[in-house]
């Protein structure tokens, strides 16, 4: 490989966003070594080689002039130019600097408008909801100027193709996991429900608890455990009173990624009930699905996302929304330990030919080897 300098650009470090992390360590272990700059977190403030200021208004002036695609999206470009900056000033005496947004939100803004300062090139990996709730000429706009974008679902590719992103510059590479960190394992105990995710609407836990009620109602004994937190936390633990099942279901709040695996793995069936916001958010390809998927626990999830482009026969897909639906698809697996061996060992080979992060790095890793180091940016 060339030797380059790649600077992950984020807006801020999340703890549920796992899979950067894991990405950013399986790059490091294959030889690149990744700086990481964190727009919304301490910063360090370098110093501006003369010119660059200069350079880099020039470039925001051409953004603001281009064809106007919203007031809000120029607000934003003009409230990111100051961590523009401070980008650009630390890429500038690096050897042959490049950097990777992480959705196409404010690291694109600001990768964008730094890449084009200095004269080099930039890429974005977009996700889920950075791309399937922003208008489409937004899209185009934020990502003109991209070498290339990785999209780690088809139906984010296909939201690229929509916004009018070349197909040559699109690249499917999906978030991978190391297989050997997540042993299969297909023997389960009975009885146990587990979820896992951010305690927002598009997850559809509410629909869960619905799901659940129905089973207490049924006869059906079960455990259900929610890892996360997130705004919906309060109302979902009353919905949970108020159906009669707060001593059947345990919000355990955020955990370590170690600790959520074992409540997966540890559970009967992993549930994931996600459903389409009216504002077109929704999931791409939940991590939890990849490591239930790896680790041998069945699952049962929605076509609200992209969980069925990977879990088509290897899964129960029920509607969103429906409760009856999804409490049946519960019981079911509860009451069939063979199908849940069946379900899972389907998925696991699934979880092999796709998601095995081993391969999956060296295509990122390629790639990012496609774009050029660029001239440098010239002192006016």
């Known amino acids: 490989m060339k030797s380059y300098d790649l600077i992950y650009v984020l807006h801020r470090e999340e703890p549920s966003e796992t899979f950067i992390r894991r990405e950013i360590d399986a790059l490091r272990a294959i030889g690149i070594p990744v700086r990481v700059h964190v727009l919304d977190g ?8 003369p010119g660059l200021r200069r350079a880099l208004l020039r470039q925001l002036v051409i953004r603001l002039l281009a064809p106007p695609v919203s007031l809000s999206y120029a607000a934003r470009l003009i409230r990111h130019a100051p961590c523009a900056l401070r980008l650009a000033a630390e890429a500038a005496p690096l050897h042959c600097p490049r950097f990777h947004a992480q959705f196409a939100w404010s690291a694109a803004d600001a990768a964008a408008l730094a890449a084009a300062a200095l004269g080099i090139p930039w890429t974005c990996s977009v ?3 950075d ?13 003109t100027t991209a070498a290339g974008i990785t ?26 996991l190391d297989p050997a960190a997540f042993p299969f394992d297909p023997g389960r105990p009975a009885g146990r429900i587990a979820a896992v995710g951010r305690l927002v609407p598009k997850k559809g836990f509410d629909t869960l608890l619905d ?10 004994p079960f455990t259900c455990t929610l890892v996360g937190n997130g705004p919906e936390r309060g109302r979902l633990e009353r919905q949970a009173a108020a159906a009669g099942i707060a001593d059947a279901v345990i919000f355990t709040g955020w955990l370590a990624p170690d ?4 409540v997966i793995a540890g559970a009967t069936v ?7 916001l009216a504002n077109a958010d929704t999931d791409g390809f939940p991590n939890v699905l990849s490591e239930a998927m790896f680790l041998g626990t069945p699952i049962i999830t929605t076509p609200a996302g992209a969980a069925t482009e990977l879990l088509s026969d290897s899964a129960r897909i029920v509607p969103s929304d429906d409760p009856k639906a999804l409490a049946e698809a519960i019981a079911g697996l509860l009451s069939s330990p063979e199908t849940c061996r069946r379900l899972a060992a389907a998925a696991r080979q699934t979880a092999d030919r796709h998601l095995d992060q081993n391969r999956l790095i060296r295509q990122l890793a390629a790639f990012l080897e496609e774009s050029p180091c660029g001239d440098g940016f010239a002192e006016a």
Not at 154 to 174: N, Y
Request: positive net charge; proline residues 8%.
């Open 42 to 49: 301490p910063q360090v403030k370098p110093a501006v080689p």
């Open 127 to 129: 996700h889920a909801w």
């Open 131 to 143: 791309v399937f709730t922003r208008p489409l000429r937004e899209t185009r706009a934020r990502l």
């Open 151 to 176: 999209a780690c679902t088809r139906r984010a590719a296909d939201a690229l193709r929509a916004a009018g992103i070349p197909e040559a510059r699109i690249r499917v590479i999906r978030h991978g």
């Open 211 to 220: 799901a659940c009620a129905l089973l207490r109602n049924a006869g059906v």
């Open 259 to 262: 600790a959520a695996q074992r």
């Open 270 to 276: 992993l549930v994931h009930p996600s459903r389409r």
